[in-house]
């Protein structure tokens, strides 16, 4: 049963990357369910400031721009912005401010906001000494994925409980109008092959075989990408394909252009990326291959998730370089992750 005239108005303060904001959602699904007429305000990236407008229990957006800011912080301050975002912050008073990042650029806000602020101990959070910055700091295992840690998080700041809540990203039913029903006569399958470090890279050249084991199975293949490596990288899969016409590379997208494209696939392999959270969030079928890092705390998370991991011993390490190869595999942690073993965890079968 709902919670009548409790905590109407919460402000979260998440501000990146794209995987941690996605994490965020579904804890505003629970309150939603939990507390009547609870609506939420949401500091956020400029870059990432599409997402929170998705779902249905947020009502503003105020996008902040710390990463731009930093690089010339005299130029910020000369220029007003850092003044006129605190002035539009402090407009509003707030039942609760939830800082779900506990990051010390994240507590700041926090602090500057007007209500009762709430988040992470010195024990739970990546940055302790943010929690000097709230009112009410509680602790959260840092055993527990971090999709569960944010919502026990807000479950303890609003006074609900988790139990019979299932996990929504709150996503799908408000985006399901941009599904094509359009009968397909194939598979249409989507490579999400950028990612930040060198070491989540699945070698290029088990991008191209996977390609071409899936086309040889009448699939189509559907390549996004972000910038000019991975627009190169893009069409030198499409080319080394003995069928291109199978292989569609997208124009440059932003993130609602990508959702379309997200939901009207039937599959996804994704290296460990922001995007394939994207895709758990749509229940999207999707495959993630894991070399030095691991799905145990942040991967993947929800429906229809697979996770490849890497058998070496050295795996996860973490790394973002790495000089061992094998078989002119690298990293080496990659060498048993084959596009034939791909292929097998994908449900290739009659198109729907």
Request: hydrophobic share 40%; proline share 3%; aromatic share 6%.
């Given at each position: 049963?709902?919670?009548?005239?409790?905590?109407?108005?919460?402000?979260?303060?998440?501000?990146?990357?794209?995987?941690?904001?996605?994490?965020?959602?579904?804890?505003?699904?629970?309150?939603?369910?939990?507390?009547?007429?609870?609506?939420?305000?949401w500091i956020v990236e400029e870059n990432f400031a599409e997402i929170p407008h998705w779902h249905p229990a947020v009502r503003n957006v105020i996008p902040v721009a710390i990463r731009r800011w930093r690089k010339n912080i005299l130029k910020t301050i000369r220029s007003?912005?850092?003044?006129?975002?605190?002035?539009?912050?402090q407009q509003q008073n707030y039942d609760a401010v939830i800082d779900a990042q506990g990051l010390l650029k994240s507590a700041w806000i926090t602090y500057l906001a007007n209500g009762k602020s709430y988040g992470l101990d010195k024990?739970?959070?990546r940055e302790s000494m943010a929690c000097y910055f709230y009112q009410h700091p509680l602790t959260i295992s840092k055993n527990k994925h971090a999709v569960e840690r944010?919502?026990?998080?807000?479950?303890?700041?609003?006074?609900?409980?988790?139990?019979?809540?299932?996990?929504?990203?709150?996503?799908?039913?408000n985006l399901i109008h941009q599904k094509n029903n359009q009968t397909k006569d194939s598979k249409q399958i989507l490579f999400l092959h950028g990612t930040t470090w060198s070491t989540k890279h699945w070698p290029e050249s088990?991008?191209?075989?996977?390609?071409?084991?899936?086309?040889?199975?009448?699939?189509?293949?559907?390549?996004p990408w972000g910038n000019k490596i991975e627009y190169q990288?893009?069409?030198?899969?499409?080319?080394?394909?003995?069928?291109?016409?199978?292989?569609?590379?997208?124009?440059?997208?932003?993130?609602n252009e990508l959702v379309k494209e997200i939901i009207n696939v039937?599959?996804?392999?994704?290296?460990?990326?922001?995007?394939?959270?994207?895709?758990?969030?749509?229940?999207?079928p999707t495959i993630a291959l894991y070399g030095p890092t691991s799905p145990g705390l942040t991967g993947t998370y929800g429906k229809n998730q697979q996770h490849i991991k890497a058998a070496i011993s050295?795996?996860?390490?973490?790394?973002?370089?790495?000089?061992?190869?094998?078989?002119?595999?690298?990293?080496?942690?990659?060498?048993?992750?084959?596009?034939?073993?791909?292929?097998?965890?994908?449900?290739?079968?009659q198109s729907k």
């Open positions: 049963m709902k919670k009548k005239d409790l905590n109407k108005n919460i402000l979260i303060i998440k501000t990146s990357s794209l995987g941690d904001i996605i994490h965020t959602l579904p804890a505003l699904s629970d309150a939603k369910t939990a507390l009547e007429n609870i609506r939420f305000d007003g912005e850092w003044r006129q975002f605190k002035q539009d912050l024990n739970s959070a944010i919502r026990e998080l807000f479950a303890k700041s609003l006074n609900y409980s988790l139990k019979d809540l299932p996990l929504d990203y709150g996503l799908y039913n088990y991008w191209d075989e996977l390609a071409r084991l899936l086309i040889d199975q009448a699939c189509h293949i559907v390549l990288r893009a069409l030198r899969i499409k080319e080394h394909c003995q069928q291109p016409s199978q292989v569609l590379v997208l124009k440059k997208m932003n993130l039937d599959a996804v392999v994704a290296v460990d990326t922001g995007l394939a959270h994207l895709c758990a969030a749509l229940d999207k050295c795996s996860p390490c973490f790394k973002k370089q790495c000089n061992k190869i094998k078989n002119n595999i690298n990293p080496e942690c990659y060498t048993d992750i084959t596009p034939e073993k791909v292929l097998s965890f994908l449900d290739l079968g």
